[in-house]
């Protein structure tokens, strides 16, 4: 799989992409991050890339053709082979997304979505807004919530942490990504209680059903906290009427 991402503030997320996770799955040749420095595009020698909105008001919005052409460049480098697991395919399955409070939440289900993408082009927004007409060229907007960021790069450092671990062979257990938050027997609830050692600490006790070697005991427990843990702290995903 191959991630661009087009920002203004490329030192803002480089170096998220060499620690951890990531930067194992671009070592195991995973994943392939590329960072687009939108001011390579810029209209001017002045590295100009935004201007003063139309109809007045305050900010600056970021230009339409330095966005335009930077996707343009991302899709045209794009040399990463189609995966097995297309037949016949004659292009590759990609998206583009733009970063934007207006857009519609990120979730763990878009995660597994774009994980399955072989190339996922992120354009992180910036100042007031992008021209609108930026629109025309992206698939989605993509929100990490009801609240604003200076910028988009957080967000979009966010999405490609969530998207890369998802990517098989990524962690050394593919078991890790299943029965977790948002995702636990094909249930949109949260993830169970875990513990550790030591059994006891300061009074608090491990469950002793953890510790008996039951395990259709535990997973009969775990699925009854984990539906406790979704009922106790985000009862929205339970709510069937949505």
């Known amino acids: 799989m191959k991630i661009s991402i087009i920002t ?27 960072i687009v420095n939108l001011r390579d595009f810029a209209i001017d020698d ?3 890339v935004d201007d003063r909105p139309y109809g007045g008001g305050a900010g600056m919005i970021l230009r339409i053709e330095p966005i335009y052409n930077a996707v343009q460049s991302a899709i045209s480098n794009f040399k990463f082979l189609i995966s097995n697991k297309i037949p016949n ?42 021209d609108a007409r930026v629109l025309d060229y992206v698939d989605e907007e993509v ?20 998207v890369v671990r998802l990517i ?14 948002f995702d636990f027997n094909d249930k949109k609830i949260l993830e169970y209680p875990q513990y550790t050692r030591p059994e006891e600490f300061m009074g608090k006790k491990v469950p002793e ?17 984990a539906f406790e843990e979704t009922q106790k702290k985000r009862p929205d995903l339970l709510d069937t009427t949505k």
Request: aromatic share 8%; hydrophobic share 35%.
């Open 168 to 181: 098989p062979g990524v962690l050394k257990k593919d078991q890790a990504t299943k029965n977790e938050s």
């Open 209 to 225: 059903i953890l510790l008996n070697g039951d395990h259709k005991k535990i997973e009969k427990w775990q699925l009854e906290k």
């Open 8 to 34: 203004l503030f490329p030192k803002m997320i480089s170096g998220f992409f060499e620690e951890s996770i990531v930067r194992r799955a671009i070592e195991k040749k995973l994943v392939e991050i590329e």
């Open 46 to 48: 002045y590295g100009t």
């Open 89 to 130: 395919s004659k292009k590759p399955i990609s998206k583009i997304i733009l970063t934007s409070p207006k857009g519609k939440q990120f979730d763990q289900e878009k995660a597994q979505e774009y994980s399955r993408l072989e190339h996922l082009i992120i354009i992180a927004g910036h100042y007031e807004d992008v």
């Open 143 to 162: 929100s990490m919530g009801d609240f604003i960021l200076t910028g988009g790069e957080i967000p979009a450092s966010a999405i490609v942490d969530s």
